[in-house]
């Protein structure tokens, strides 16, 4: 949860001095999102999010993220729609911190998805693509393999408490990856990101995408990765083949992988479980002893990588073989 | 900041189905109130919020409370008003814990009050007083002064850490309001807890009173000496004669206080001082080092119990002498 930024009705009311949306009649600070301040608004025109960006997302990165959403919205894919103040911008300041203000998505994320979930964010996940493919802007991916190195580095001292032997299975994991690594697999525009609380449904309909804050130019079939990490295993960290099979079979009947990008997802997939596992780290060995607030547990990603380890082909996550 | 139990989507739904607020759009966990768990609600019928009462809350009160808030709604106190589920009741369960759901109030809690401000909410907590006078139902004030010694037994070993002398200057003070307390000024119903948060405005206008979690039977006078502390102070804690002067005029428009509530007013202001650097300090001294979540700062109230150390009479306060 997450409201790092105290922001007064005085603040904020200066703000939307700039934007035609009538009188604010309430706003409240939200626990979403872990990178940002969030906050639900009530004006005369309706419900916003108002996201006051944290240090942790580059200023600079911000027209890219914005530009994005209003890019995918007005090409049918439903996701947060960054709203223009006066001067037709879409980025201001309140409190001292950038900050945006995006209409605000109906829906629910759900806990434990099913196979029809799961099917259905594979098949928003390949139109993103889709429709991403022309988007004009690049960003490198900040948290790509070429930086889960460094984040090692900050770690590996103090993994072996978190797990004996820890430390070692990542630094021959990394060694492994670094040379096997695929390079010529099509890029385009990803998510990076689309865990179940940033997909949003309406009954068993996903009614939208939400968090483009990992936005980035990186290979497709590595955000098909991340998906599969994150929407197709139990709580007991087993996978769920027919989870699996619904999430590549919707993305597939509306972007084909190719024959490389089908014998690249066991490497990608333990590339994406080892990213999330340092990440998880970096947060768990920052937080002092005794602090309410609790990171994510990394060795959830630690067990998905054994299982990617023991997967001998693409066919292991559902493909038809 | 507070929400402390997950509520997932299917919790929700299925309490939901005891009430006709339509579909369920969207929930959202809220950084308000520091007792319990708040989210803001979107139905098909508008915007609600969902209350889960977590331990600090007694749930043999929460009868109490909440048929207050309807009293007081149904009697020109805009206030949270509870939504009645199928069976006319107000009180459920979700995921364990008691809940409720409350309409949602416009409107915004002003950081640095003016004159004003003070005044409307002077005028407010009379009515409160007034049409409280005839609720049938008492609840004794779990933080009235016979509570007080212990609080203070749980800290007064490391309040000294706070600041020095401080254990002794609070036992010398809990003697003298013990030997001073007033007994027989008015009673009825009391707020208890009306800090500018828990007062929202609309421009000017105070459009509501929230969270009556506090709210109990003790004298109507201790509850202005409450709102003294909590609305006429400055940042540099120095006391505001003309803030205090508004919020007792307007107060006396509507409910006027006896010669004994004045002449008890110096002694009530210290007793209320004690009791927010008391529950403040146990809140401060409970919290491990380095945690994340920062509490109130105790001294606030040691230093307004000085300013009311030095007063002589309630003229002080701003009544016209």
């Known amino acids: 949860m997450a409201v790092y930024t105290d922001v007064t009705a005085e603040d904020l009311a200066q703000f939307l001095a700039d934007y035609d949306l009538g009188?604010?009649?309430?706003?409240?600070?939200i626990a979403e999102g872990v990178e940002n301040s969030n906050f639900v608004l009530h004006t005369r025109a309706g419900s916003f999010i108002l996201t006051l960006y944290e240090k942790r997302v580059a200023e600079k990165d911000l027209p890219f993220f914005l530009t994005?959403?209003?890019?995918?919205?007005?090409?049918g894919i439903t996701c947060p729609q960054p709203v223009k103040n006066k001067k037709g911008g879409v980025l201001g300041r309140v409190a001292g911190r950038p900050a945006a203000i995006v209409t605000f998505l109906d829906g629910l994320w759900v806990r434990r998805p099913n196979p029809g979930h799961c099917a259905a964010v594979g098949e928003a996940l390949a139109r993103l693509h889709r429709v991403g493919s022309d988007f004009p802007l690049q960003r490198v991916n900040a948290l790509s393999i070429a930086s889960w190195r460094a984040l090692y580095e900050q770690v590996k001292d103090?993994?072996?408490d978190v797990r004996p032997g820890l430390g070692t299975e990542i630094?021959?994991?990394?060694?492994?990856?670094?040379?096997?690594?695929?390079?010529?697999?099509?890029?385009g525009i990803i998510h990076a990101d689309l865990f179940p609380d940033n997909v949003?449904?309406?009954?068993?309909?996903?009614?939208?995408?939400?968090?483009?804050?990992?936005?980035?130019?990186?290979?497709?079939?590595?955000?098909v990765a991340i998906c599969l990490n994150a929407w197709c295993?139990?709580?007991d960290h087993s996978y769920n083949v027919t989870?699996?099979?619904?999430l590549l079979r919707a993305y597939e009947k509306v972007r084909g992988l190719s024959q490389s990008e089908h014998r690249a997802l066991?490497?990608?997939?333990?590339?994406?479980?080892?990213?999330?596992?340092l990440t998880r780290l970096v947060d768990w060995l920052a937080v002092p002893d005794g602090a309410l607030v609790k990171p994510k547990d990394p060795l959830e990603y630690y067990r998905k990588l054994r299982f990617h380890q023991s997967v001998r082909s693409a066919a292991n996550y559902g493909f038809a073989s």
């Open 68 to 75: 994005l959403m209003e890019y995918l919205a007005a090409r």
């Open 233 to 235: 295993f139990e709580s």
């Open 243 to 246: 989870k699996g099979r619904a």
């Open 23 to 29: 009188d604010l009649l309430s706003y409240k600070g």
């Open 171 to 187: 630094a021959y994991e990394l060694d492994a990856l670094e040379n096997e690594w695929p390079r010529d697999l099509p890029s």
């Open 158 to 160: 103090r993994s072996d």
């Open 266 to 277: 066991p490497i990608l997939a333990r590339g994406a479980a080892v990213r999330f596992l």
């Open 200 to 223: 949003f449904f309406l009954g068993d309909t996903l009614s939208g995408l939400i968090d483009f804050y990992f936005a980035c130019t990186d290979m497709l079939a590595y955000d």
